[in-house]
């Protein structure tokens, strides 16, 4: 009896198919989802809210941790522009050009995704410091990376530039080249061919990968910390005051910060989601 | 559609000198970045590790501080893969193999921990399991430790790889639809059976590209895994967070020792990723995906 309502119920909200373990699936699905994922997550959000909104504000709003959101943002935003332009060369290069070595450039791309944040840190701080294989040659010219905002930066146009180039690639190599031969045989100037042809096309797919880069700055941590030189005030990102705030057994003061940034991060998204939405929509362009 | 325009690249008239010299400019300009951006990082930890010979760098990867980081690691990340792969198998047959409402939203859900940041991601499981944590005062009265020790970690690492596998295998299953898990039902075929004789060998190539991905994250994890950690020598110091503590102490070469060998896996995983990109399989699977969409 309890089965047949149990179906019944089902029923209600799922369409009839003849195969089995959509209990099992879905049932494992929610319960490791909300184990892992929702509870975690409803946990921090109450517990900024548990001083109120007040506290909450407060948390947030002095001078250091103002700072510290104000650099993440600046750098990440920076990031994203610098990902964005040197990401979508590449891409335009490995989809586009046939030239030895392709290959490996190609799987070299994805090379941030797979190296540990920790080892990217260590080695871009070496790299740029003042006695590193880079550093010698840029610090006799004033330029300062390493321990400035120049070097968040840096780590963060690091882990960012794989976003661009896979959200890139696959559209530059969708766009069918006898659009570029039509327009050229029109009597396009190889700079209209770019905005009118190729830029359109493969603008949604640009936002998308910066959007994602940029996510992905303002929350990064192990590779920015060791490059960063944490001054508070100056180079200290919100991913590192949360951790500070943490050891220091400020909860409170760190779910604020944590809250502020998963706002942000998804009304970003969001914002992105929408606009790459529009452009798809009136391009009338699939990515 | 992708290798008609290979091929049609392929036939297609040489292009005039100024074209050809622009092509050229852009292809070195690529691979110098490439090279300063991506292999230089790359190669100074190598270099770093190997500085002061072969006999320091073997005697630095010997030390039982870095023994035991390599124990816990391979122990978390043989915990945390198999069970995203599966929460992805399972998901992926509700979400491709059914409809339901609610739907979308699962999926998006599903995406959660792609959005946020690793050092929020542990702080989540501190809120939760920590001493002021929900369930803090309940573990501490049955003196069971999740935070500060081997299950935080492994929590954490399962949090920041979640999507990992599901991403792979939903878009993948969508494309190639049902009827050959139907036809087997309809012929009698156990539920057992239709997974492994049917779904399992149809999806084998993306399921292993998702797991691969894990592996590699669950292995270099670092911002997560930090906040829980609480960095307790030989007990909760994963490989990552040893090359973190070495770098800190000033001793470089044996943090550049164990962050070769974490360098070396990362470029483990780029080969094995590019290798499963260029079977054949993998692209046939691909490809049709890309034309029932």
Known sequence: MPSRKLKQW???????????????????TLFFLTGIVLLPLAATVLRSLHGGSAEFLHAISTPRVAAACRVTLESALIASVLSASYGFLIAWVLARYDFPGRRIVDALIDLPFALPTAVAGIALTTLYAQNGWLGRYLEPHGIHIVFTQAGIVLAMSFVGLP????????????IDPAMEEAAESLGASNWQIFSRVLAPASFPAL????????????????SVIFIAGN???????????????LEEYDNVGASAIAVAMLGLSFVVMLALNLLQWKLQSRNGVRS | MRHLIRLRAKIERKPSLPARTARLALVIAAIAFVSLFLVLPLASVFAQAFSQGWRVYLAAIHTGEIVDALKLTGLVAAIAVPLNVVFGIASSWAIARFDFIGKKLLVSLIDIPLAVSPVVAGMMYVEVFGLHGWFGSWLSNHNLHVIFAVPGIVLATIFVTFP???????????????????????????????????????IKWPLLYGTILAAARSIGEFGAVSVVSGHIRGRTVTMPLAVEMLYNEFN??????????????A??????????????????????QGSNE
Not at chain 1, 231 to 245: D, F, N, R, S, Y
Not at chain 2, 252 to 265: D, K, N
Request: charged share 20%.
């Open chain 2, 252 to 265: 470089f070469t044996a943090a550049f020792a164990a962050a070769s060998l974490l360098s070396f896996a």
């Open chain 2, 267 to 288: 470029v483990i995983t780029l080969i094995v990723k590019k290798a499963i990109e260029l079977s054949t399989e993998y692209q046939r699977s691909k490809a049709e």
């Open chain 1, 163 to 174: 976003f661009v180039v896979r959200s890139v690639q696959p559209v530059l190599e969708e």
């Open chain 1, 10 to 28: 089902t029923r209600s909200f799922k369409q009839a198919s003849p195969l089995p373990g959509f209990g099992l699936s879905l049932g494992y």
């Open chain 1, 207 to 222: 936002v998308t990968g910066s959007a994602l880069a940029f996510a992905r700055a303002a929350g990064e941590y192990g």
């Open chain 1, 231 to 245: 001054m508070p005030m100056k180079t200290e990102i919100g991913a590192l005051l949360i951790v500070t705030k």
């Open chain 2, 164 to 202: 990992f596998v599901a991403r792979e295998l939903i878009p993948f299953m969508q494309a190639q639809g049902s009827d050959e898990e139907q036809a087997a039902v309809v012929l009698g075929a156990r539920p057992f059976s239709v997974f492994w004789r049917v779904t399992l060998p149809n």
